[in-house]
Structure formats: C-alpha cells, structure tokens
C-alpha cells in the first residue's frame, strides 16, 4: 500500500493523521522511564508491596503503611514540557498511584514518599494519592489465585499543570490531561507478586 | 456534634476501604461466588488508618479467573517478530500480517470476546489516551484463537458476527515504530463480555472501553510484548 492510500484511508476514516504518522519515524530519542531498583518487563520486587515480604492473600486495611514506593527517574524530555503526571494502574484500571503536577524541571522521584503532601521527598507543588489512600500504596503481595496481576508505570510530559483536585479519580486525570501532552508517553510494566523477590 | 460528624467520616472511610480492597480483586460480576463492588476512587483519597479483619474473599467455584492469553509465535514478556510490524523496514511496507493467538475458555455467562491490542506510548494530538492498533470485536464465547494474517477487512476469515479495525484500517496495523527506534509496550487485552457490543464499524479504542464498561464476565486477559528495538 502507497502512501496517498494510507493518506485517504486515514481521512475517509476520520482517524489518526497521517502528520502524526510521519511525526513518529523521526528519531529522536523518547521519553525514557526508569528505575535503580526495579525493572521494566521484570517482576516488582516484594519490598515495594503492601506488605512487604510477607506475602498474604488480603491485606488488611492499615497495614499499607509499611508500603513505600520504588525510586523514578526520567530522561529525553519533549520541549515545551511544563509538568509531568505519574500513573502507576493495575491491568483492571485500578489507580495505584498518581503523582500530579510534578514540575518540567524534575528528573526523578525518591524511594519512600510518605503519604500526604507535605514531604520535602514529593517535589513542590505535587500531590500524590492511589484509590484508597494519599501515596503510594503498592501491590497487594498476594498469590493471586486468580491471574498474574499487571502494573503500567506511564509518565506523562505535559504542557502545562492540571487544575484537579487532591482526590481527583483516574478519570478526571486523563480528561484533565486532554490536548495537553507534549509527546509519547514512557512506560514500564512491572507484573507483581508471582515471581517478585 | 463536630466530633461525631468527624467519627461518622472515619467510620465510612474504613468501609470504603474495605470496599474498595475487595473490588480491587475483580472486575466484573460473575454468575456466582463472590459479591463484587466496583469501587469509587474519588471517595476515598485519606490515608487508611486503623486494621480489623480481612474482608472474607476467597477463590471458589465460578470466581473470574484471568483468562490466559498467549501466542505460539513470541513469548509473553517477550519481543514481537518483527513480521508483525507495520514498517519494520523503514515504512516499506503497511501491509503487516496479525500474529497468531489462542486463549484459554472464556467464563460462564460469557456472550461474546473482543481482543484488543494496544500501543502503550502512542499519543496523538497531546491525547493521553493510548493507540488502538488492532481490535476483533463480537467473536462468539467458543472462539478460542485467531489465525496468523488475519487479511483486514475480509470478514470471512473472521468467527461469524466478527469484526475488526484499527485507529486507521479496518485490520490489524501492528506496530508503527521502526526497529531503529525506542522499543514501545504492547497489549493484547482480552475481554470476556455478557452481550454483543453495538459500536460503530471505526469505533475508538475510547468508544470501545466505554462499551465494554460493565459488561465483563471476568477479568480481562493481558499479552504483554515489546516491539521493535530487539525483535528478530
């Protein structure tokens, strides 16, 4: 298939453009996401989960607090980036946690944010929350009779801050984000805790 | 009266924690076992304190299992060939074929199945939402694979009822970066559904999920690959 017949497949459909299609063989180098401590494409090490090495099939309500979230770091930035949202979900879209706001300028995220935003670790300005709590809430390490369970890491580079809420929901995120993105998102996969150390 | 308002708050908090802990564990209600609760994310952003007993989940009979979805041509976790890339060559060619897939029995109640493979990194027009590269809509619950080159647009190759599309086609467009490029993460999500969808023949992947909402017979299944840094 030629080009011009892509080109009218894209209008007849109304989908995609081609600008973007062509946008995308440049080789500039992406967005990178990255971690000293955990690996994309390799399971989430046992520390890093609700319950520490101590797996448990359900964890109960409380014991999230010895939870402490994996070091971020970042490279390649798009110009024109002005913030950055982190989004940790689940294959089931459950919000693991959501670090908004965080400055154009920042590279990196620390291990161990507490919850709430007052810590000097959370960079100024950024809040972070997960669906059930205001941090960092890990995986639940449990066998998981059901299924290997999946985590998307994906940073989002962004023109500019959100105007959301401390306990917006995973969907005011994404529609606050709408338009505002400054190029590809970067992304890890982390399955946890079948096979997690 | 401040106090006991500040109680009731702390009070409800706990139980949609407890709430929100059970629903993290499916997706969907199942024709038996366990309730399930879908939670409300935006109710709940307050560190949880205090502990008590673990909601009483288990696994029993007709509990969603993940449907296991898999192909005979690449591993999990692992690299797409790069025969499945839509310009592998430097955009030489637009005409990648679909890789092969077999997926375990869907579960009870289960209608129809649709497979979804997703560009994680893609986004268009400063969008957050990811690219849909390709989408089998309406397979009947007894399918269990698709067959490699799945030609686009030919129904005939597809289970009756079938059909598939993709952000730009109406078939399978596979990967758009170039194997000189950054690697990107790719999905293929399986979705076991109580009904037929009724969506347009270029539905979104947006439209797709809206449609989808509810209506799963059980969690969805995940393939997980890369492409195309170190595909073969």
Same mark, same amino acid.
């Given at each position: 298939m030629n080009l011009n017949m892509l080109l009218s497949l894209g209008l007849m459909i109304g989908l995609g453009s081609t600008g973007s299609v062509l946008a995308e063989e440049s080789t500039t180098p992406q967005l990178t996401l990255s971690s000293p401590a955990v690996k994309d494409m390799e399971p989430l090490p046992?520390?890093?989960?609700?319950t520490g090495t101590r797996p448990s099939i359900v964890v109960p309500p409380g014991m999230n607090n010895e939870a402490v979230n994996p070091p971020i770091e970042w490279s390649n930035v798009p110009s024109g980036t002005n913030a950055f949202v982190l989004l940790v979900v689940d294959?089931?879209?459950?919000?693991?946690w959501a670090v908004v706001n965080i400055p154009g300028s920042v590279r990196a995220l620390p291990e161990g944010i507490p919850n709430g935003n007052e810590s000097s670790k959370l960079p100024a300005g950024a809040f972070h929350r997960s669906f059930r709590s205001n941090g960092w809430i890990g995986p639940a390490a449990r066998q998981n009779p059901e299924g290997r369970w999946t985590y998307y890491w994906k940073l989002y580079p962004l023109d500019k801050k959100l105007n959301v809420?401390?306990?917006?929901s995973l969907d005011d995120i994404l529609s606050a984000m709408e338009g505002h993105l400054t190029g590809n998102k970067a992304v890890m996969i982390t399955p946890c805790c079948d096979g997690s150390k | 009266m401040m106090s006991l308002r500040r109680w009731l708050v702390g009070f409800v908090m706990i139980v949609n924690s407890f709430v929100a802990a059970t629903a993290q564990r499916v997706e969907n209600t199942a024709p038996s076992g366990p309730t399930i609760i879908v939670p409300k994310p935006s109710s709940v952003a307050e560190p949880v304190t205090g502990g008590g007993p673990a909601p009483a989940v288990q696994p029993g009979p007709g509990y969603p299992r993940q449907p296991t979805i898999r192909s005979s041509a690449f591993d999990d976790y692992g690299w797409l060939p790069? @025969?499945?890339?839509?310009?592998?060559? @430097?955009?030489?060619?637009? $005409?990648p074929i679909s890789p092969p897939l077999v997926w375990t029995e869907p579960p009870p109640g289960t209608v129809s199945v649709v497979l979804a493979m997703i560009d994680m990194e893609t986004s268009s027009g400063g969008n957050p939402q990811d690219r849909l590269l390709w989408a089998v809509i309406n397979m009947p619950p007894s399918t269990r694979l698709l067959a490699e080159n799945t030609t686009r647009g030919r129904t005939a190759m597809l289970p009756a009822g079938a059909f598939q599309v993709s952000y730009l086609t109406n078939g399978y467009i596979g990967p758009?970066?170039?194997? $000189?490029?950054q690697a990107h993460h790719y999905l293929f999500e399986l979705y076991t559904l109580d009904k037929t969808l009724e969506v347009?023949? $270029?539905?979104?992947l947006g439209q797709l999920k809206t449609a989808i909402r509810g209506h799963q017979t059980g969690q969805r299944g995940v393939l997980v690959v890369r492409c195309c840094t170190n595909s073969k």
């Amino acid at each position: 298939m030629n080009l011009n017949m892509l080109l009218s497949l894209g209008l007849m459909i109304g989908l995609g453009s081609t600008g973007s299609v062509l946008a995308e063989e440049s080789t500039t180098p992406q967005l990178t996401l990255s971690s000293p401590a955990v690996k994309d494409m390799e399971p989430l090490p046992l520390k890093y989960s609700q319950t520490g090495t101590r797996p448990s099939i359900v964890v109960p309500p409380g014991m999230n607090n010895e939870a402490v979230n994996p070091p971020i770091e970042w490279s390649n930035v798009p110009s024109g980036t002005n913030a950055f949202v982190l989004l940790v979900v689940d294959h089931i879209d459950t919000l693991m946690w959501a670090v908004v706001n965080i400055p154009g300028s920042v590279r990196a995220l620390p291990e161990g944010i507490p919850n709430g935003n007052e810590s000097s670790k959370l960079p100024a300005g950024a809040f972070h929350r997960s669906f059930r709590s205001n941090g960092w809430i890990g995986p639940a390490a449990r066998q998981n009779p059901e299924g290997r369970w999946t985590y998307y890491w994906k940073l989002y580079p962004l023109d500019k801050k959100l105007n959301v809420p401390e306990d917006a929901s995973l969907d005011d995120i994404l529609s606050a984000m709408e338009g505002h993105l400054t190029g590809n998102k970067a992304v890890m996969i982390t399955p946890c805790c079948d096979g997690s150390k | 009266m401040m106090s006991l308002r500040r109680w009731l708050v702390g009070f409800v908090m706990i139980v949609n924690s407890f709430v929100a802990a059970t629903a993290q564990r499916v997706e969907n209600t199942a024709p038996s076992g366990p309730t399930i609760i879908v939670p409300k994310p935006s109710s709940v952003a307050e560190p949880v304190t205090g502990g008590g007993p673990a909601p009483a989940v288990q696994p029993g009979p007709g509990y969603p299992r993940q449907p296991t979805i898999r192909s005979s041509a690449f591993d999990d976790y692992g690299w797409l060939p790069l @025969k499945y890339a839509a310009n592998a060559a @430097k955009m030489v060619t637009f $005409d990648p074929i679909s890789p092969p897939l077999v997926w375990t029995e869907p579960p009870p109640g289960t209608v129809s199945v649709v497979l979804a493979m997703i560009d994680m990194e893609t986004s268009s027009g400063g969008n957050p939402q990811d690219r849909l590269l390709w989408a089998v809509i309406n397979m009947p619950p007894s399918t269990r694979l698709l067959a490699e080159n799945t030609t686009r647009g030919r129904t005939a190759m597809l289970p009756a009822g079938a059909f598939q599309v993709s952000y730009l086609t109406n078939g399978y467009i596979g990967p758009l970066p170039g194997a $000189d490029l950054q690697a990107h993460h790719y999905l293929f999500e399986l979705y076991t559904l109580d009904k037929t969808l009724e969506v347009p023949r $270029d539905v979104t992947l947006g439209q797709l999920k809206t449609a989808i909402r509810g209506h799963q017979t059980g969690q969805r299944g995940v393939l997980v690959v890369r492409c195309c840094t170190n595909s073969k």
